[in-house]
């Protein structure tokens, strides 16, 4: 049974790695690497940033998000890289951050998991952007509009990270 077969690693690089159990092919993270993401919510609004990903070919409407332990960082606590990543990522600065969880994006086919803050008492200290040359793009958007909005940058032809669905999941219930 797949479950009971050894992890192969067949191939590593810095950041990802393709690994194999019994039959199941699944990449994961390289190292033990683990993900921050940002729920940044304030004042009826919510912060999300677009940057281009080289995997879809095109510019991605998500939540600020990064790597723990960015920038060889070591044994970096989750929550202070989830205020470092929203700060570089989107200007502002939390005067709280909350875990909600572990969560799995695609357990089918990626082993790699994001712990979910939120990020509340925003304060904008900076432009945002991103470091080097991430090119990160900030919206601060109503969460009354959020549906029409991303409706909107999907017809410009942007992809949408899966996790925004926690902000639109109660209008996908609706008739």
Not at 28 to 43: E, H, M, N, T
Request: glycine share 10%; charged share 25%; aromatic share 8%.
């Amino acid at each position: 049974m797949t479950i009971d077969a050894p992890e192969e690693t067949m191939w590593e690089g810095r950041y990802i790695a393709a690994k194999r159990r019994g039959s199941w092919e699944y990449v994961g993270r390289a190292r033990g690497i683990k993900a921050a993401v940002i729920l940044a919510v304030d004042d009826g609004h919510v912060l999300l940033v677009d940057q281009y990903r080289v995997p879809l070919g095109r510019r991605c409407l998500e939540l600020p998000a990064g790597l723990v332990g960015d920038g060889d960082i070591p044994d970096e606590d989750a929550a202070i890289a989830a205020a470092r990543e929203l700060e570089e990522e989107t200007g502002y600065r939390a005067g709280e951050i909350a875990i909600l969880g572990e969560f799995f994006s695609s357990p089918g086919m990626v082993s790699e998991s994001f712990t979910l803050f939120r990020a509340t008492e925003l304060v904008q200290v900076g432009e945002g952007g991103g470091v080097d040359d991430e090119d990160i793009i900030v919206h601060r958007v109503p969460l009354s509009t959020l549906p029409a909005y991303v409706t909107e940058m999907r017809e410009r032809g942007f992809a949408m990270d899966v996790k925004l669905l926690i902000l639109l999941g109660s209008s996908f219930l609706q008739a």
